[in-house]
């Protein structure tokens, strides 16, 4: 019989370069050679202490704006009516006096008309705790009465006091109950009901005109009679008992929690009446006297109560120190996470979300400060930042963020405008824009946040934010820890890699902050990412000019540093290896990159330092990135690569790798020696040192990984004719019929790579075992006896794998072996 046809014959080798056209083979292509690594995100430990900025910080404490304060009613400023000088002046010690009349002669800038003193009054406190006596003061006091009041009051004045918590209920609980009901109402003269103070309803023919001069005066006044005698009467029944109840608590002494709450309901009345009536912002006549009032609420230090209040007196347009100091009082109460509770109750982040939109952030620029502080503190907490997600947060952060741009970027202001560019000239900017950056990384650990971040250009703005900032260490830090977050998700990493401005602006922060571990160590983990996903990705980061240089310069100096310091390691200065080389792993497998990576002398020399020096118990995944790099640049094997010229050297250190207990180690150092095997000296020094006992071992593993490499190596050797009767005798044609077995269903490709390799341990004539490697092949070979995934996109994959991987090999095997039973076959005398 004719013997079996040359083609037949040739060995199979594990060969690289062909391209094909195919995602199955693709896969199969890099998985015997190429490999992109993956690592863990570099670990940000969170501020014991909530403050502005975290002990970290590379700002020093006197060029910072505080965390820590105390504010008292005194710091606030009732008239409200003159702009922030910018020159802060220390707080007088006296009260200002809070005249809290009905139809008083009243200045609405802060002056009231002298009054005697009045004689000492025995009242008791709205939380009904113990009698007093009050002396003549300012905030403590009710002003004396016109003698409309006096009409009202049938009882004598020592009785009221004790009905006063009553009537604030009273008054809270209409309030409430009308307030919904109201706001349906078209815009009509009040019919205010007398059963709020339990007094009649006085004439509306009261005089009022000094207070409408007043009030016209500071812009205020502009209303016919009829109108300014309306909110006359809507102040006497509305406002002012619950003015009266503010009156009867004394601050400085402690305060039930009942009477906070009933504080509490109080202001949430009054704010939702003055909101129906049309009555917040600076539309009330009165309302510096309504400050006054809510100002020294202050003084009784509840958190509780001074968020109601907060909300309130930001409903009032406060402005200039008002501002400033009610936005450090919130930022005083979110710095303790026990009251986050109390953020998600009171709805005072609406009122927060606002002032990061103002149009004029240089003269309220410090306010914006401690609000986006604030925010950034509550998005810390997880249900407070979906709270937040869900009232649009991330793009009003933007938006302020971009504003902060225009304002300090010189090419986008205006020639005639250059008072407030550069951040020198405005370093409240770079302040707020550490808060905002910090508060985006909050958002970032939300998984519903990051639609949010693949659209309205979100990438770009964080990238010109580093690119303005450079010098700002901890601008710098916080946009690298939300870059190194959201690489990690595909969509995410796609979204950056599209951003072309980012590659040249991560290499110049490499070069210019190389010594900064913490980011340097963010900036190549989103590097690594980058080049792990997009193939484009890989190649724009080596075409940027001195690519190469800057990150093998840091790996150099990374290495010699740990090297010295050896001793007493340190474990940011590997984690900053771990992520460099795995930057230089995933570029290595665009062939331009992988090729010039390949040729570097500085670079193979690196990585094989590490593999050398580290100890794999110590730098597990060091050693494992050094060898997995080695790998990927084996892979280019032309004339001139350093790795083809170090191949004994190599050999060497991965003989030492293959005894380590570490299968991670020892999987990597065989996938070199598969694709070194390729080299005649390599296969020699496998033979002769009894690599090849260890390796056929391997194939008893149930890791379908480790087969595959071993089944690389072995294929290679056995292309030596003097090679393939060694291996027999080590019993490696069973274990690849084991692993076929085993694997097939399952690994298309493995079962392809054992079909290869035992095509090449077979002599011709061969029969041991062969029926049964038949059988194996004749089964799989079958389609229809075959079980397929349930998955249709698996069950494609699967199929492709099946076709384009297995069958061909197996059929040239299934061949083979059926020729050989043939030749043995006895040949029959004719009868």
Same mark, same amino acid.
């Given at each position: 019989?004719?013997?079996?046809?040359? +083609?037949?014959?040739?060995?199979f080798?594990?060969?690289?370069?062909?391209?094909?056209?195919?995602?199955?083979?693709?896969?199969?292509?890099?998985?015997?050679?190429?490999?992109?690594?993956?690592?863990?995100?570099?670990?940000?430990?969170?501020?014991?202490?909530?403050?502005?900025?975290?002990?970290?910080?590379?700002?020093?404490?006197?060029?910072?704006?505080?965390s820590?304060?105390?504010?008292?009613?005194?710091?606030?400023?009732?008239?409200?009516?003159?702009?922030?000088?910018?020159?802060?002046?220390?707080?007088?010690?006296?009260?200002p006096?809070?005249?809290?009349?009905?139809?008083?002669?009243?200045?609405?800038?802060?002056?009231?008309?002298?009054?005697?003193?009045?004689?000492?009054?025995?009242?008791?406190?709205?939380?009904?705790?113990?009698?007093?006596?009050?002396?003549?003061?300012?905030?403590?006091?009710?002003?004396?009465?016109?003698?409309?009041?006096?009409?009202?009051?049938? /009882?004598?004045?020592?009785?009221?006091?004790?009905?006063?918590?009553?009537?604030?209920?009273?008054?809270?609980?209409?309030?409430?109950?009308?307030?919904?009901?109201?706001?349906?109402?078209?815009?009509?003269?009040?019919?205010?009901?007398?059963?709020h103070?339990?007094?009649?309803?006085?004439?509306?023919?009261?005089?009022?005109?000094?207070?409408?001069?007043t009030?016209?005066?500071?812009?205020?006044?502009?209303?016919?009679?009829?109108?300014?005698?309306?909110?006359?009467?809507?102040?006497?029944?509305?406002? *002012?008992?619950?003015?009266?109840?503010? /009156?009867?608590?004394?601050?400085?002494?402690?305060?039930?929690?009942?009477?906070?709450?009933?504080?509490?309901?109080?202001?949430?009345?009054?704010?939702c009446?003055?909101?129906?009536?049309?009555?917040?912002?600076?539309?009330?006549?009165?309302?510096?006297?309504?400050?006054?009032?809510?100002?020294?609420l202050?003084?009784?230090?509840?958190?509780?109560?001074?968020?109601?209040l907060?909300?309130l007196?930001?409903?009032?347009?406060?402005?200039?120190?008002?501002? *400033?100091?009610?936005?450090?009082?919130?930022?005083?109460?979110s710095r303790?996470?026990?009251?986050?509770?109390?953020?998600?109750?009171?709805?005072?982040?609406?009122?927060l979300?606002?002032?990061?939109?103002?149009?004029?952030?240089?003269?309220?620029?410090?306010?914006?400060?401690?609000?986006?502080?604030?925010?950034?503190?509550?998005?810390?907490?997880?249900?407070?930042?979906? *709270?937040? @997600?869900?009232?649009?947060?991330?793009?009003?952060?933007?938006?302020?963020?971009?504003?902060?741009?225009?304002?300090?970027?010189?090419?986008?202001?205006?020639?005639?405008?250059?008072?407030?560019?550069?951040?020198?000239?405005?370093?409240?900017?770079g302040?707020?824009?550490?808060?905002?950056?910090?508060?985006?990384?909050?958002?970032?650990?939300l998984?519903?946040?990051?639609?949010?971040?693949?659209?309205?250009?979100?990438?770009?703005?964080?990238?010109?934010?580093?690119?303005?900032?450079?010098? +700002?260490?901890?601008?710098?830090?916080?946009?690298?820890?939300?870059?190194?977050?959201?690489?990690?998700?595909?969509?995410?990493?796609?979204?950056?890699?599209?951003?072309?401005?980012?590659?040249?602006?991560?290499?110049?922060?490499?070069?210019?902050?190389?010594?900064?571990?913490?980011?340097?160590?963010?900036?190549?983990?989103?590097?690594?990412?980058?080049?792990?996903?997009?193939?484009?990705?890989?190649?724009?980061?080596?075409? /940027?000019e001195?690519?190469?240089?800057?990150?093998?310069?840091?790996?150099?100096?990374?290495?010699?540093?740990?090297?010295?310091?050896?001793?007493?390691?340190?474990? !940011?200065?590997?984690?900053?290896?771990?992520?460099?080389?795995?930057?230089?792993?995933? @570029?290595?497998?665009h062939?331009?990159v992988?090729?010039?990576?390949?040729?570097n002398?500085?670079?193979?020399?690196?990585?094989?330092?590490?593999?050398?020096?580290?100890?794999?118990?110590?730098?597990?995944?060091?050693?494992?990135?050094?060898?997995?790099?080695?790998?990927?640049?084996?892979?280019?094997?032309?004339?001139?690569?350093?790795?083809?010229?170090?191949?004994?050297?190599?050999?060497?250190?991965?003989?030492?790798?293959?005894?380590?207990?570490?299968?991670?180690?020892?999987? !990597?150092?065989?996938?070199?020696?598969?694709?070194?095997?390729?080299?005649?000296?390599?296969?020699?020094?496998?033979?002769?040192?009894?690599?090849?006992?260890?390796?056929?071992?391997?194939?008893?593993?149930?890791?379908?990984?480790?087969?595959?490499s071993?089944?690389?190596?072995?294929?290679?050797?056995?292309?030596?004719?003097?090679?393939?009767?060694?291996?027999?005798?080590?019993?490696?044609?069973?274990?690849?019929?084991?692993?076929?077995?085993?694997?097939?269903?399952?690994?298309?490709q *493995?079962?392809?790579?054992?079909?290869?390799?035992?095509?090449?341990?077979?002599?011709?004539?061969?029969?041991?075992?062969?029926?049964?490697?038949? /059988?194996?092949?004749?089964?799989?070979? +079958?389609?229809?006896?075959?079980?397929?995934?349930s998955? +249709?996109?698996?069950?494609?994959?699967?199929?492709?794998?099946?076709?384009?991987?297995?069958?061909?090999?197996a059929?040239?095997?299934?061949?083979?072996?059926?020729?050989?039973?043939?030749?043995?076959?006895?040949?029959?005398?004719?009868?």
């Amino acid at each position: 019989m004719a013997s079996v046809e040359r +083609d037949k014959q040739d060995p199979f080798y594990l060969s690289h370069g062909a391209k094909r056209p195919t995602s199955a083979e693709i896969v199969t292509e890099a998985r015997r050679s190429l490999r992109i690594l993956g690592t863990q995100r570099p670990f940000t430990p969170r501020d014991e202490q909530r403050q502005l900025f975290g002990d970290a910080s590379a700002r020093t404490r006197d060029r910072r704006p505080p965390s820590s304060f105390s504010l008292h009613a005194r710091n606030f400023e009732a008239s409200d009516s003159r702009p922030s000088s910018g020159t802060r002046l220390s707080p007088l010690e006296h009260k200002p006096k809070l005249p809290l009349s009905k139809d008083e002669d009243y200045n609405e800038s802060g002056t009231a008309v002298p009054k005697p003193p009045i004689a000492p009054l025995d009242r008791k406190g709205l939380a009904g705790a113990r009698t007093r006596q009050l002396r003549p003061r300012s905030l403590t006091r009710l002003p004396p009465m016109t003698q409309q009041s006096k009409e009202l009051h049938t /009882e004598d004045c020592h009785e009221q006091p004790k009905l006063s918590l009553e009537t604030v209920q009273r008054t809270n609980t209409n309030n409430l109950q009308h307030c919904n009901a109201r706001r349906d109402r078209t815009e009509a003269p009040p019919e205010l009901s007398t059963k709020h103070s339990g007094m009649q309803q006085p004439s509306r023919a009261t005089p009022q005109k000094k207070e409408t001069d007043t009030e016209a005066d500071s812009g205020h006044g502009d209303m016919t009679g009829r109108d300014a005698t309306d909110e006359s009467v809507f102040w006497n029944f509305e406002v *002012l008992p619950v003015l009266q109840e503010f /009156e009867a608590v004394m601050p400085g002494g402690s305060v039930s929690e009942e009477t906070i709450e009933q504080l509490c309901d109080a202001c949430t009345a009054l704010h939702c009446v003055l909101a129906e009536r049309g009555k917040l912002g600076r539309r009330l006549k009165k309302r510096s006297t309504l400050l006054r009032a809510l100002f020294r609420l202050i003084d009784l230090g509840s958190d509780q109560l001074n968020l109601a209040l907060g909300k309130l007196i930001l409903a009032l347009n406060v402005s200039g120190n008002n501002l *400033l100091n009610i936005c450090k009082l919130i930022f005083k109460i979110s710095r303790s996470s026990s009251n986050d509770v109390l953020f998600q109750k009171n709805s005072i982040i609406d009122s927060l979300l606002p002032l990061l939109q103002c149009e004029d952030l240089y003269s309220n620029g410090e306010a914006v400060l401690y609000t986006v502080g604030s925010l950034k503190l509550l998005s810390g907490n997880c249900a407070l930042s979906r *709270l937040l @997600l869900a009232k649009d947060f991330i793009s009003v952060l933007l938006q302020l963020a971009q504003k902060l741009l225009r304002l300090t970027d010189p090419d986008a202001l205006p020639d005639h405008n250059p008072t407030v560019a550069g951040r020198d000239q405005n370093p409240i900017a770079g302040h707020i824009l550490v808060q905002l950056t910090a508060a985006l990384r909050n958002m970032a650990d939300l998984s519903e946040s990051r639609p949010m971040f693949t659209s309205n250009d979100v990438f770009s703005t964080l990238c010109k934010i580093m690119d303005l900032y450079q010098d +700002d260490q901890d601008v710098c830090l916080n946009v690298a820890r939300i870059l190194s977050k959201l690489s990690s998700y595909a969509g995410c990493c796609y979204a950056l890699s599209e951003t072309l401005c980012c590659y040249r602006l991560f290499l110049d922060l490499l070069s210019k902050h190389s010594r900064k571990q913490n980011l340097v160590v963010r900036l190549l983990f989103t590097l690594g990412n980058l080049a792990a996903r997009s193939s484009e990705a890989r190649e724009r980061v080596y075409e /940027e000019e001195g690519a190469a240089d800057i990150l093998i310069g840091l790996f150099q100096h990374y290495h010699r540093a740990a090297f010295l310091a050896s001793k007493n390691p340190q474990h !940011e200065e590997e984690d900053v290896l771990v992520k460099l080389i795995r930057v230089l792993a995933n @570029l290595s497998i665009h062939p331009t990159v992988g090729r010039a990576l390949a040729a570097n002398a500085l670079c193979v020399q690196l990585l094989l330092e590490v593999m050398e020096v580290r100890s794999v118990e110590e730098s597990t995944e060091l050693v494992v990135n050094a060898s997995a790099t080695i790998n990927n640049l084996s892979y280019y094997q032309e004339e001139g690569t350093v790795v083809r010229a170090q191949h004994t050297h190599i050999s060497k250190l991965l003989l030492r790798l293959l005894l380590s207990s570490n299968m991670d180690v020892v999987l !990597e150092a065989t996938r070199v020696f598969g694709n070194l095997s390729q080299i005649k000296y390599v296969r020699h020094f496998i033979i002769e040192n009894k690599v090849h006992q260890f390796i056929v071992t391997l194939l008893d593993s149930k890791n379908p990984d480790v087969c595959f490499s071993a089944c690389g190596v072995l294929m290679n050797l056995s292309v030596d004719p003097e090679y393939r009767t060694i291996l027999r005798k080590e019993g490696a044609i069973q274990k690849l019929m084991d692993c076929l077995r085993d694997f097939g269903p399952k690994d298309w490709q *493995l079962a392809g790579l054992v079909c290869q390799t035992l095509w090449n341990c077979m002599e011709d004539g061969e029969t041991q075992n062969m029926q049964e490697l038949l /059988e194996i092949l004749s089964l799989y070979s +079958d389609q229809t006896f075959l079980q397929w995934p349930s998955c +249709d996109d698996v069950k494609e994959y699967q199929n492709s794998c099946w076709e384009q991987d297995f069958l061909p090999v197996a059929q040239k095997l299934k061949k083979r072996i059926q020729s050989n039973m043939n030749l043995m076959e006895p040949i029959s005398e004719p009868s």
